[in-house]
């Protein structure tokens, strides 16, 4: 008698299901490298799905040709008077963070009817994405999101017969903008090519003039060393800042430049600074996943400033994912009683991640399958790959704008610390990526009590030190109202947001005397009632300069009155390994 019960079997692997799995992600890794790692087929059925939602929407089609007619009629009419220069007020403004079309030589017929019509197709595109019934927000963002990078793509400025900048420096130079431009993009796809930086970042030396605050590397394991920096003061505060940057980006964006140089201004307010600086991976780490970054970086940094600095709290200061991390470390050690920190500060960082902005759009089930078999066969996720990622956010500025002027214009922009930084990429290793997209984007693991450290969830409601957190407001990685919501996670006495001008770096990287930068601020007490991001935003009063000096008066609050002798460079068994910025930070 046949005893086989396909009921109960029809789950289990069948034979040579292991071989079938990596021919299933051989082949998506080799379609990685063809579509920049955007997977076809999430792509697919998110357009399917606006297709068909839209096909079932006849009102909604009648709304788009009505619209589609206004448009035409009025520009037809404003076309008239154009080349007349009857009327010299446009149809339609670009907008505010739109450069492309607010030359001069734009305003000339027929180049500003070419531009003012493709901004009126760009607002019926943004109009046929969106508000169609049974679909969801998710799916309309990507639809626009997608729509926006293909509008973007055929824009008028990135044709040089069309955008008329490129056409008067033809004329005026006789074509040789165009040879200029043909040798920048041979040294582009050469340097490319040899994994050689961009051109430019040869002036930027570690140790010479970025990342030249003077300190020793006092520990070592093998994902971070540790920098203790040399004290300016002749007293310092008792309680230490230990300072835990992302993994994603090299530590030095702390300590750019001397003017420029969160680290040095702290130190030159009496504080002792660590800096934690991460080993670029390479594919023999391929399993080191999130807890051992928990472990190897903030857990173990943290065991090394109390054994140098016993009995004293720490500030711990987390940058974008740093800090997220840091967060699961400080909820880690608040359910085990453990009250070393001081105080908690979170810059850029996001500890709930349902509204996490347009870097999410794509972090799907399918996206997440697809980089994951890329990222299993190379062992790690190329920094290459991520920088792709923030520069489609923005790729008007940061792909086509650069395009024009690099390779029509023939001009090269000079390049500057920032940016020469921005290049300095990092890999991020198999495992702890496709933990950190699945349990923090997909799942939400972390804000909904379900994050595991050691064999028990913890909560971010436990941590009890006081926060300080910062966002930025044109933060396109960690979108401010995402990170406002600490304000619904934690039960600590008290929680000080402050908003600043500028964007995911250059809004953290404000120091005293720069231009244009503003802030909002407030200190919220547990019995103060919710305010949403939104009338916060509005009510809270808007102050000029840099928020480095309302941080500093509040690590001064809360630290001894009392100030001290400064520690010594390390102590036993810490002693100085090599000066800084150390070695990790030089690896490629």
């Given at each position: 008698?046949?005893?086989?019960n396909?009921?109960?079997?029809?789950?289990?692997?069948?034979?040579?299901?292991?071989?079938?799995?990596?021919?299933?992600?051989?082949?998506?890794?080799?379609?990685?490298?063809?579509?920049?790692?955007?997977?076809?087929?999430?792509?697919?059925?998110?357009?399917?799905?606006?297709?068909?939602?839209?096909?079932?929407?006849?009102?909604?089609?009648?709304?788009?040709?009505?619209?589609?007619?206004?448009?035409?009629?009025?520009?037809?009419h404003?076309?008239?008077?154009?080349?007349?220069?009857?009327?010299?007020?446009?149809?339609?403004e670009?907008?505010?963070?739109?450069?492309?079309?607010?030359?001069?030589?734009?305003?000339?017929?027929p180049?500003?009817?070419?531009?003012?019509?493709?901004?009126?197709?760009?607002?019926?595109?943004?109009?046929?994405?969106?508000?169609?019934?049974?679909?969801?927000?998710?799916?309309?963002?990507?639809?626009?999101?997608?729509?926006r990078?293909?509008?973007?793509h055929?824009?008028?400025?990135?044709?040089?017969?069309l955008?008329?900048?490129?056409?008067?420096?033809?004329?005026?130079?006789?074509?040789?903008?165009?040879?200029?431009?043909?040798?920048?993009?041979?040294?582009?796809?050469?340097?490319?090519?040899?994994?050689?930086?961009?051109?430019?970042?040869?002036?930027?030396?570690?140790?010479?003039?970025?990342?030249?605050?003077?300190?020793?590397?006092?520990?070592?394991?093998?994902?971070?060393?540790?920098?203790?920096?040399?004290?300016?003061?002749?007293?310092?505060?008792?309680?230490?800042?230990?300072?835990?940057?992302?993994?994603?980006?090299?530590?030095?964006?702390?300590?750019?430049?001397?003017?420029?140089?969160?680290?040095?201004?702290?130190?030159?307010?009496?504080?002792?600074?660590?800096?934690?600086?991460?080993r670029?991976?390479?594919?023999?780490?391929?399993?080191?996943?999130?807890?051992?970054?928990?472990r190897?970086?903030?857990?173990a940094?943290?065991?090394?400033?109390?054994?140098?600095?016993?009995?004293?709290?720490?500030?711990?200061?987390?940058?974008?994912?740093?800090?997220?991390?840091?967060?699961?470390?400080?909820?880690?050690?608040?359910?085990?009683?453990?009250?070393?920190?001081?105080?908690?500060?979170?810059?850029?960082?996001?500890?709930?991640?349902?509204?996490?902005?347009?870097?999410?759009?794509?972090?799907?089930?399918?996206?997440?399958?697809?980089?994951?078999?890329?990222?299993?066969?190379?062992?790690?996720?190329?920094?290459?790959?991520?920088?792709?990622?923030?520069?489609?956010?923005?790729?008007?500025?940061?792909?086509?704008?650069?395009?024009?002027?690099?390779?029509?214009?023939?001009?090269?922009?000079?390049?500057?610390a920032?940016?020469?930084?921005?290049?300095?990429?990092?890999?991020?290793?198999?495992?702890?990526?496709?933990?950190?997209?699945?349990?923090?984007?997909?799942?939400?693991?972390?804000?909904?009590?379900?994050?595991?450290?050691g064999?028990?969830?913890?909560?971010?409601?436990?941590?009890?030190?006081?926060?300080?957190?910062?966002?930025?407001?044109?933060?396109?990685?960690?979108?401010?109202?995402?990170?406002?919501?600490?304000h619904?996670?934690?039960?600590?006495?008290?929680?000080?947001?402050?908003?600043?001008?500028?964007?995911?770096?250059?809004?953290?990287?404000?120091?005293?005397?720069?231009?244009?930068?503003?802030?909002?601020?407030?200190?919220?007490?547990?019995?103060?009632?919710?305010?949403?991001?939104?009338?916060?935003?509005?009510?809270?009063?808007?102050h000029?300069?840099?928020?480095?000096?309302?941080?500093?008066?509040?690590?001064?609050?809360?630290?001894?009155?009392?100030?001290?002798?400064?520690?010594?460079?390390?102590?036993?068994?810490?002693?100085?390994?090599?000066?800084?910025?150390?070695?990790?930070?030089?690896?490629?």
């Amino acid at each position: 008698m046949n005893n086989y019960n396909h009921a109960d079997s029809r789950h289990a692997p069948h034979i040579g299901h292991n071989a079938t799995r990596m021919l299933d992600r051989t082949i998506k890794a080799n379609m990685a490298s063809l579509t920049g790692g955007i997977t076809p087929a999430g792509v697919s059925t998110v357009i399917y799905e606006w297709l068909a939602h839209l096909a079932m929407s006849p009102g909604k089609q009648l709304e788009l040709a009505e619209e589609m007619a206004y448009k035409f009629e009025y520009l037809l009419h404003h076309s008239h008077q154009l080349p007349l220069g009857v009327d010299s007020k446009p149809c339609i403004e670009p907008g505010r963070n739109d450069s492309r079309f607010k030359g001069e030589a734009w305003c000339r017929w027929p180049y500003n009817l070419i531009y003012q019509s493709f901004l009126l197709q760009q607002e019926w595109w943004e109009s046929a994405t969106t508000n169609i019934d049974g679909l969801s927000n998710t799916t309309e963002n990507v639809v626009s999101f997608i729509g926006r990078q293909m509008l973007d793509h055929w824009s008028p400025s990135n044709f040089p017969w069309l955008n008329p900048e490129v056409i008067d420096v033809t004329l005026e130079q006789g074509g040789m903008n165009f040879l200029r431009g043909w040798e920048n993009f041979c040294e582009d796809w050469e340097r490319r090519m040899s994994g050689s930086p961009p051109v430019g970042t040869e002036q930027f030396k570690l140790g010479e003039n970025i990342a030249t605050t003077p300190g020793k590397v006092i520990y070592r394991n093998h994902l971070i060393e540790l920098i203790q920096y040399t004290p300016t003061t002749e007293k310092v505060y008792a309680e230490p800042v230990l300072i835990m940057p992302a993994w994603i980006m090299k530590y030095y964006i702390l300590d750019l430049t001397p003017k420029k140089s969160l680290v040095r201004y702290l130190l030159d307010q009496g504080h002792t600074v660590f800096m934690i600086s991460w080993r670029n991976v390479t594919s023999e780490d391929r399993e080191l996943g999130m807890g051992s970054y928990r472990r190897l970086g903030p857990e173990a940094a943290l065991e090394v400033v109390s054994s140098i600095l016993p009995d004293r709290k720490i500030h711990a200061v987390g940058y974008c994912l740093g800090g997220t991390l840091l967060s699961i470390q400080a909820a880690a050690m608040a359910r085990d009683n453990d009250n070393r920190l001081a105080s908690l500060t979170l810059l850029a960082a996001q500890v709930d991640f349902t509204e996490a902005g347009e870097l999410s759009l794509f972090i799907t089930e399918s996206e997440v399958d697809y980089l994951e078999s890329m990222m299993q066969e190379r062992g790690y996720l190329d920094g290459q790959q991520m920088a792709g990622a923030f520069q489609l956010l923005r790729s008007n500025d940061l792909i086509w704008s650069r395009m024009v002027r690099d390779y029509m214009l023939g001009k090269r922009q000079k390049m500057n610390a920032l940016m020469a930084w921005n290049t300095d990429v990092t890999h991020m290793p198999y495992l702890m990526h496709a933990q950190y997209l699945r349990r923090l984007y997909l799942n939400n693991d972390l804000a909904t009590g379900r994050y595991i450290v050691g064999d028990r969830p913890i909560a971010i409601t436990d941590i009890n030190a006081p926060i300080f957190s910062v966002a930025t407001s044109s933060d396109h990685v960690a979108p401010w109202r995402s990170v406002y919501k600490i304000h619904l996670l934690t039960d600590t006495d008290e929680v000080t947001f402050l908003l600043t001008s500028g964007g995911h770096n250059a809004g953290i990287v404000s120091e005293p005397g720069h231009p244009r930068r503003t802030y909002q601020v407030e200190t919220r007490l547990e019995k103060q009632s919710y305010i949403d991001p939104d009338t916060w935003h509005k009510t809270m009063p808007t102050h000029k300069g840099s928020w480095w000096l309302v941080w500093q008066a509040w690590l001064e609050e809360r630290s001894s009155k009392e100030q001290i002798d400064p520690p010594a460079m390390g102590g036993e068994p810490y002693s100085p390994l090599t000066d800084a910025p150390g070695t990790y930070v030089l690896q490629q």
